[in-house]
């Protein structure tokens, strides 16, 4: 587990989805060998992880170009040989026996084998007419096989025909037709899954995919590879969509705690020293800072928003903490997500004092979120020239090395911050943290052994001792530091949620897990890893209704548009799968029998 600013907070936890063991594997459907109560958690957990090599630009216009010179070359002798044949065959069916001349009397009177024998006969001649690329021919065919037999395969070859001239309704239309007929029919499915997608419905389009993939066992390259990409879609368009018209607005406050950690304190709050009054900006920075500290956020961002409004009416005029008052409201910008208001307060509080660290450090963060990890490096050196000493440029330093996997420079880095100042305790935490990543878990545990020594009322780090012994098999003990995290600060979601995950995995304790990350609720109602925790746990225990509602949460609680696309992924996938195994419980109870057999 990492405490990583990189990604716009300190990471307070492993991904749920490794702590459940939930990864790649459990794509395929599988059923658990005693059914009840994990009824099919691996069908429900399909995550698209896998990705087709994808030729470069330049390998398709090498293409594109041979092609070009190839069919510029032979488009007349082609264009005359299809002219010919399209003739040749043309003549050639039209002398056939024709059956689509009987009538519906005659039809009626034919017996079973008759009406199967001559509308296969008019299948096979509408299939020689589609591979002549004559679909308004094939169509007459096909639709005049259907008068001698509702067979699932015309309906289907006629889609064809219609999706080669883009009639995607009709496409869909006979699709259903052929899939009312024979439901595990996967050509009709992918087929209309194409359609689906061709118009947009992304929704339907992912769901026939995916009924594809479950009826060949995961199977059907294109059915996978299809899915993975109207997924896609579905989600990204979704996601740009919502964060396109929601406001700016405050992640969870265990969220904004973890990312306030990351740094010593918010700043010093303003002081006189000639039995002056402060002025009214430096009175409402003070304030800001005391809500702060009392995670009442909503509070301090109105607070500094009065005094930046207090700064501009007097032009900063005898404001002690006018550079502070700006850096607080960009910090607060950027935690909504806010970052063009967020960038142009920390530039403010730049110009105000250009020896403003924290400001150079929030500003790095800002260009973390960003991925512009040039302007990060550029940042965090400006504010070592301005202070060479300081534990904050130093941790934030190491933070970034953590998120490129430097770990050896890593440690370096938060080595020197805790040297710096002792009382910092994110160096060590992050320091054990990087020690166990590179598989020296002897110095990872000498690192918080010590930690906690020094900081024996530190909830969070005992959270984080914790998931590092977890993340080793150490359940036991880990759930012990959990317990030990909340009993330190009950106000603290996310030992509640570790605790939970951590009974799930090694006891199957679904009732004391959810009561925990119940409780984790209580605490923070918006608490992020509590909302994606519940949403797994119900997953596995096969309760999708509960599931589907957390992760429509988990959406609504994303903080960015690359973390709403994630939750849309797998609120997407479940959603498929739930209606798959409500739709098709023969075939659901079928394969369950069959996993059965074979565990």
């Not at 309760?543 to 690359?562: G, H, I, N, P, Q």
Request: proline share 3%.
């Amino acid at each position: 587990m990492s405490n990583t600013t990189g990604d716009k907070a300190v990471q307070k936890s492993a991904s749920v989805l490794e702590k459940l063991n939930l990864n790649e594997r459990s794509w395929k459907f599988y059923a658990a060998a005693s059914i009840p109560p994990v009824l099919v958690a691996g069908l429900a957990l399909w995550y698209y992880s896998s990705r087709t090599a994808e030729p470069t630009k330049k390998d398709d216009k090498k293409k594109r170009s041979r092609k070009s010179k190839k069919s510029k070359k032979g488009k007349a002798a082609d264009d005359s040989a299809e002219e010919k044949s399209a003739a040749a065959l043309t003549a050639s069916l039209e002398t056939e026996d024709a059956p689509e001349n009987l009538t519906d009397e005659q039809i009626a009177a034919l017996d079973q084998a008759e009406l199967v024998k001559l509308g296969q006969s008019l299948k096979s001649r509408g299939n020689k007419f589609f591979q002549a690329k004559r679909y308004e021919k094939a169509i007459e065919l096909y639709t005049q096989a259907l008068r001698f037999a509702k067979d699932p395969v015309f309906y289907s070859n006629r889609a064809a025909c219609y999706a080669a001239s883009s009639d995607h309704d009709k496409v869909i239309q006979d699709c259903t037709s052929a899939l009312e007929l024979e439901s595990r029919y996967v050509k009709a499915l992918i087929r209309r899954a194409q359609a689906y997608e061709s118009t947009e419905q992304y929704r339907d389009s992912l769901y026939d995919f995916t009924t594809a993939c479950i009826l060949e066992d995961f199977g059907n390259s294109l059915a996978a590879t299809s899915a993975e990409r109207v997924l896609k879609k579905l989600a990204e368009a979704e996601a740009h969509e919502r964060v396109q018209k929601r406001s700016p607005r405050l992640p969870s406050k265990s969220f904004i705690s973890g990312y306030l950690n990351s740094f010593r304190n918010c700043g010093d709050e303003a002081a006189v020293t000639d039995g002056s009054v402060l002025c009214e900006a430096d009175a409402l920075f003070n304030e800001a800072l005391s809500f702060t500290a009392l995670q009442e956020y909503s509070q301090a961002i109105e607070s500094v928003d009065k005094a930046v409004a207090a700064v501009e009416k007097t032009d900063g005029s005898g404001v002690l903490r006018a550079a502070d008052i700006y850096s607080l409201r960009g910090m607060f910008n950027f935690l909504k997500s806010n970052l063009s208001q967020a960038l142009e307060d920390l530039d403010k509080a730049l110009e105000l004092d250009p020896s403003h660290v924290r400001s150079y450090l929030r500003k790095a963060n800002l260009f973390t979120e960003k991925k512009d990890l040039d302007e990060v490096s550029r940042l965090l050196k400006q504010a070592h020239e301005v202070d060479a000493e300081n534990a904050e440029t130093f941790f934030q330093q190491g933070q970034v090395h953590f998120l490129k996997q430097e770990f050896a420079d890593a440690a370096k880095d938060y080595e020197r911050a805790a040297e710096l100042d002792p009382e910092f305790v994110y160096p060590r935490i992050q320091l054990g943290v990087v020690q166990f990543k590179v598989g020296k878990i002897e110095q990872a545990m000498a690192t918080f052994d010590e930690a906690m020594k020094k900081f024996p009322t530190r909830s969070d780090l005992y959270n984080y001792y914790g998931e590092v012994l977890a993340e080793q098999g150490g359940y036991d003990s880990a759930i012990s530091a959990f317990e030990k995290a909340v009993e330190l600060d009950k106000t603290n979601p996310l030992p509640y949620v570790n605790q939970a995950i951590s009974l799930f995995q090694t006891s199957g304790n679904a009732d004391s897990a959810l009561t925990l990350i119940r409780d984790a609720l209580k605490v923070d109602p918006e608490c992020e890893l509590a909302v994606a925790a519940l949403s797994q746990i119900y997953l596995q225990m096969g309760m999708f209704e509960e599931s589907l509602t957390m992760l429509r949460r988990a959406v609504d609680l994303a903080k960015s548009e690359e973390e709403m696309v994630s939750a849309i992924t797998f609120r997407e996938t479940t959603a498929a799968q739930y209606r798959f195994m409500k739709e098709h419980p023969e075939l659901l109870n079928k394969m369950m029998a069959g996993a059965m057999q074979s565990a």
